[in-house]
Structure formats: C-alpha cells, structure tokens
C-alpha cells in the first residue's frame, strides 16, 4: 500500500497537535513500531547509479503496514556517492543517497499526530562483498521535516536499517511497501527492501519568546 492510499485510510482520525520529545522503537524500549522499506530504481540493475530513486517506509505490526507511521516519496536527483574498499573483491561498499522532498505522516500516541513535508533524507548503505558477492547490508538514514500546520519540526534517525535484498537477486516480496515512482505510484518494479529497525524520533516544537505584559506579570501574584 502507498504512502498516499494510507493517508486516505486515515484521513478520518482525529489528528491531535504534535508533542515535544524524544522516541525510540520498541526493540530499544519505546512505543515507536519498527517498520519496512523499499527503494525504487529508476532503470533495472539500478543502471542510473541512484538517480531516480524513490523511498517508502511504513510501520510494521506484525500483519500490516503503516498502522503507525510512514514516510515516502522522497527522490534522488543527483547520483549516489560510491566509497569501494574491497579488496580482491571482499570488504565494504559504501552508497551514499540523498533525497529531497516526501511526505510523513504520524498516527496518534506519545508523539501526538500529525503530517508533515520531509525537507532532507540520507541514506548510506554499507554493503559488505566476498569474492564479489554482496552477503550482508546496514543502512543507517536520517531525515528531517516539518509538521503541517505547525510550528513543530522533525528528525526521524535509523541507525541499523537491514538491507534485505533487491530485484536483481529475485523477485520484490509481498508485505513490503511498494515501489514508488516520483508521483508516489507503485507502477515500479525494481529496486530494494529491508527492515527498519533502531529507530530514534525526535520532535521540537519552539515556545514563545512574546514579552510578558506588564499586566500578565502582576496576575501571576495575586
């Protein structure tokens, strides 16, 4: 299911004004689900070195997405950096994506609720090879935005995302967010996946600084 097709699904909850604080996933003790992603490419075999991607990540219960949370539609219009430490074809790849733009949107808890238009995301992957072969991936993502509606900010951090596999090794799997293409559709069909996991969120919502009147003060003490 789309980042927009949700957001339609609960268009009719009650939406409550965003609250200030700091949250963390369940698997490090917080209310936040941990969820699923994908990242879709442009041109199979990703022949675009990242230009083109599109993002979608949406919470995971157990039995369904985007209960929670989700963020989406982010793009990648430059193409992705490239640090090749192998050796005879063994040690890591880094990828370094970076995308502009998406949506979020949060469900009621802790946090409050609210959507919001995501500013800036990074997504560096770690990919280690054996003999030119990729047998593991860790992707860490930050991204940042601002609540509609609200003076409220945003940062949404990943710390151990598992990249899980792409299109060129088998087929996309079923309960993962779909493909995306730059309009937010799921018309695409090749790309990445994994879990999204060790996730920290933190929302800042900046007070008042209006000078108390003269006449506010004095009701303080009486």
């Not at 469900?107 to 992957?125: K, L, R």
């Not at 409220?152 to 090794?169: E, R, W």
């Not at 995306?180 to 933190?202: F, H, L, Q, Y």
Request: hydrophobic share 35%; aromatic share 10%.
């Amino acid at each position: 299911m789309t980042l927009s097709a949700l957001a339609l699904l609960f268009a009719g909850a009650a939406f409550a004004a965003p609250v200030a604080g700091t949250y963390t996933s369940t698997d490090l003790g917080g209310s936040l689900l941990t969820g699923r992603g994908s990242q879709s490419w442009a041109a199979p075999l990703n022949a675009n070195n990242g230009v083109g991607d599109v993002f979608n990540s949406l919470s995971w219960d157990g039995s369904a997405l985007g209960t929670q949370w989700g963020f989406a539609c982010g793009l990648q219009s430059t193409p992705q950096g490239v640090v090749d430490n192998r050796v005879a074809g063994t040690g890591t790849v880094v990828f370094t994506n970076n995308f502009s733009g998406g949506t979020f949107y949060l469900n009621p808890g802790p946090w409050g609720s609210g959507t919001g238009t995501i500013n800036a995301t990074q997504v560096i992957a770690t990919v280690q090879y054996v003999s030119f072969n990729p047998v593991a991936s860790v992707v860490n993502i930050n991204n940042s935005g601002r609540f509609d509606n609200s003076n409220c900010a945003l940062t949404f951090s990943i710390a151990n995302a598992v990249g899980l596999g792409d299109t060129d090794g088998g087929p996309f799997p079923a309960n993962y967010p779909a493909l995306i293409d730059p309009s937010c559709a799921p018309t695409r069909t090749n790309g990445s996946w994994g879990n999204v996991i060790t996730i920290t969120m933190r929302i800042d919502c900046p007070t008042s600084t209006t000078p108390k009147t003269w006449g506010s003060l004095k009701s303080l003490y009486h």
